[in-house]
């Protein structure tokens, strides 16, 4: 007779791969509950186009800014291109990418009004330039021949038609790519991306900050040459790609107690947890001692990182990822020898494995440094309890 773990594990089996085939579309497949395409716009009078490049021929400061974000290189980025060949081409990618209707080559509709019947056709509106320029300048300030943007006052005698339009000064705006929610068959209670929904707790939060502050910082000068300074915001949008921007989330706290070592490391930089946005990414912090002589001790290491479980049905196996403002400690001997302890960080795009995965399988090349030191032998001050 087969023991009771043994068919308890028979029966978990069999269950997952019954999910499996209920769910023949997979996880990826764009749902109801997940962002679609801006509808198409068309180029407000007085505007040459929807492309950045003539924006920019007024907002030159602004277009050179956004050339340098990642928003910019949200289609071409290598590792998209590897992804969106291993998911398939799945839409639920292409929408925040691509956001506007006019970068798409297919229209998405469903007879249902939801979009678990998808169904694609040809967009004779494509714009494959404008779909080289991934998040572009229309994709938040064009809307029904508008230019939108987060002055109250009509101060400037814009060649085109212009509104304001509060969703600029909230989170809302970026929420909607960064915050990407749950789908069917996920016992995820944030979903793929959740950056939104964490921005919504801890510090930062409950004192009213919204992503702009951090992401977009603030800045006086004129919107356009010739025209007089008013406060702004830049258009750079640094985040895990900039190394300043990862040296502000975590301090550290190393006390000594009898024998022992604690570390106390606070996420009191970051208005979400860190990592944030795809589940591939981790960051690794290497405590370690170097004595009067010169000689480097390892201590303790901590990998932050959210392990998630895809296939056949998605949950969030473990995260250990602190939230704004929350603390975890490492406790370890303290060195005999005198001496100095030390910090390093580095951020993980992902792991060789995954690496190797997509350039074998996805043909992914000229890719960016996936492991990017941000923390270089930074001095921790060692308090006595004593």
């Known amino acids: 007779m087969k023991k009771p773990s043994t068919i308890i594990a028979i029966l978990i089996l069999l269950a997952l791969v019954i999910l499996y085939f209920l769910n023949p579309k997979g996880i990826y497949e764009l ?8 509808p198409h716009q068309e180029i407000p009078a007085g505007s040459i186009s929807l492309k950045a490049k003539d924006c920019g021929t007024c907002h030159i400061e602004i277009y050179k800014e956004w050339q340098t974000s990642l928003h910019s290189k949200a289609f071409i980025d290598p590792f998209f291109t590897a992804y969106l060949k291993k998911d398939k081409g799945d839409p639920t990618c292409s929408v925040c990418h691509t956001p506007l209707e006019n970068q798409s080559p297919i229209i998405l ?4 009004g939801h979009f678990d019947d998808l169904k694609t056709t040809p967009n004779p509106k494509f714009d494959a330039e404008l779909q080289k320029e991934g998040v572009t300048c229309a994709a938040c300030h064009v809307k029904n021949g508008i230019i939108l943007g987060p002055y109250r006052k009509k101060a400037l005698d814009a060649p085109h038609p212009v509104a304001y ?5 909230k989170k809302s705006l970026c929420k909607q790519c960064h915050e990407v929610p749950s789908k069917d068959f996920s016992l995820m209670n944030e979903g793929i991306c959740s950056t939104g929904m964490e921005s919504e707790t801890g510090i930062w939060s409950a004192k009213g900050y919204v992503c702009q502050d951090c992401h977009m910082p603030a800045v006086t000068r004129p919107l356009m040459a010739g025209y007089p300074a008013r406060e702004g915001r830049k258009h750079l949008w640094p985040g895990a790609y900039s190394t300043t921007q990862l040296q502000k989330v975590f301090t550290f706290k ?8 604690i570390i106390s490391i606070t996420n009191s930089g970051a208005g979400h947890k860190a990592p944030t946005g795809d589940t591939d990414r981790f960051i690794i912090l290497d405590f370690f001692w170097i004595d009067q002589q010169g000689n480097k001790t390892p201590l303790e290491s901590i990998e932050f990182k ?4 895809w296939q056949p049905i998605m949950f969030v196996l473990s995260d250990n ?9 490492l406790v370890m001997e303290h060195p005999n020898e005198a001496g100095t302890l030390y910090v390093n960080g580095t951020y993980h795009v992902m792991t060789e494995r995954s690496l190797k995965r997509l350039r074998d399988k996805y043909e992914l090349e000229n890719e960016w440094e996936t492991v990017r030191p941000f923390i270089e032998q930074q001095k921790l001050e060692v308090l006595s309890t004593q």
């Open 254 to 261: 190393a006390v000594k107690s009898e024998h022992n070592l």
């Open 31 to 38: 749902s109801n509950k997940t962002a679609q395409y801006i």
């Open 306 to 309: 959210r392990q998630v479980v």
């Open 165 to 169: 339009d509060e969703k600029f000064l």
């Open 109 to 112: 509709t469903s007879e249902s």
């Open 321 to 329: 990822r602190l939230s704004p403002g929350e603390s975890t400690q």
